[in-house]
């Protein structure tokens, strides 16, 4: 008979599926603020919701990048953590951005929601594309660089505009030249996602000791 393992050990390599369920949380509740902001009647009230669901995304972005580090460390590494993690990153970095972006930004343009389906659909292509490559034959260049934008730069790419917008404020944002000027950057920020152009991965980024 197998060793029974400790509670204490056993809900420790728990841990690494729950940072990701909480990231889907996170996720999800950034979609909310976005929602609500779009619909609050007054505009202080509406640069906070935005900003706190900007700040969930960053929350889901940060969990996303730790908890497979924790299962590695953990030693609690499975197949349905690993289909957890990607049903995540569907969630928080292909339909949150999508809605966070329509609500603020698209939802009075006409082309508004076919875009950011279109980035959606994208992000779910490329991990499909990511995860099929795991089991196949890799490029030679797959260890210092992704295939195309990863999914967590696409979701950044994505609320860049609303990032601006709370940045430099104005009525700009609510003409049309500004609407299409999103929607041309949704499109391309979802080309790249779905390209395959080396993308340099961060850790293989060498800073100089007299730069540091």
Known sequence: TKPRMKPGVAMLRLLPSA???AAICFG??????ALDGANA???DRTATLYTQSMAFLAVAAILDALDGRMARMLNATSKMGEEIDSLADAVNFGVAPAFIVYASLLQD????????????????LR????NAMLDGDQPAYSKQFFTGMPAPAGAIGAIGPLAAKMQF?????ETKTAAAVVIVWMIGVSLLVVSTIPMRKIHTFAIPPKMV
């Open 28 to 33: 999800l509740s950034a979609v909310k603020f």
């Open 169 to 173: 404020p104005g009525p700009w944002w």
């Open 41 to 43: 009647t007054s505009p």
């Open 19 to 21: 940072m990701t369920v």
């Open 109 to 124: 343009a006409r082309l508004g929601w076919t875009v950011v389906l279109l980035y959606a659909v994208c992000i779910v």
């Open 127 to 130: 991990l499909a594309r990511f």
